[in-house]
């Protein structure tokens, strides 16, 4: 079993950043695309972010573009998310994921998930 764990919420002040990190247990952690999803209250779980098994690809969803930076270090066998710089509509909980696939772009198909970690933005 893959176990997914996610650090670096908190409260943070709009025009602020964070950096999310996410460590996986997989012992194959490079042949996973990874992504970062969030979930506001009252919203259905949404796609942030997405780096391909080897780091070449990443894509965001529109919102995001610009501010939020997805990248992986596959020999500490861990993804980062960047936040710069916060909104507070980015206030949701934070979940890092892992899908046995060249690539990950939406919510289908995940194959692990972490537990989740807030991030607050204040105004």
């Known amino acids: 079993q893959v176990q997914l764990v996610e650090f670096g919420g908190g409260l943070v002040q709009a025009g602020g950043s964070l950096r999310l990190s996410c460590t996986s247990s997989?012992?194959?952690?490079?042949?996973?695309?990874m992504g970062w999803f969030r979930q506001a209250p009252g919203k259905e779980r949404e796609f942030v972010a997405g780096?391909?098994?080897?780091?070449?690809?990443?894509h965001y969803t529109d919102s995001v573009k610009g501010r939020f930076t997805i990248s992986r270090d596959n020999a500490k066998n861990t993804v980062y998310l960047l936040m710069n710089p916060l909104k507070p509509e980015d206030t949701a909980v934070y979940y890092c994921?892992?899908?046995?696939?060249?690539?990950?772009?939406?919510?289908?198909?995940?194959?692990?998930w972490g537990q989740g970690t807030q991030v607050t933005v204040s105004s």
């Open positions: 994921a892992a899908e046995l696939a060249p690539m990950i772009a939406d919510t289908q198909d995940i194959d692990y």
């Open positions: 997989a012992r194959t952690f490079s042949t996973y695309a």
């Open positions: 780096i391909s098994w080897n780091g070449a690809i990443t």
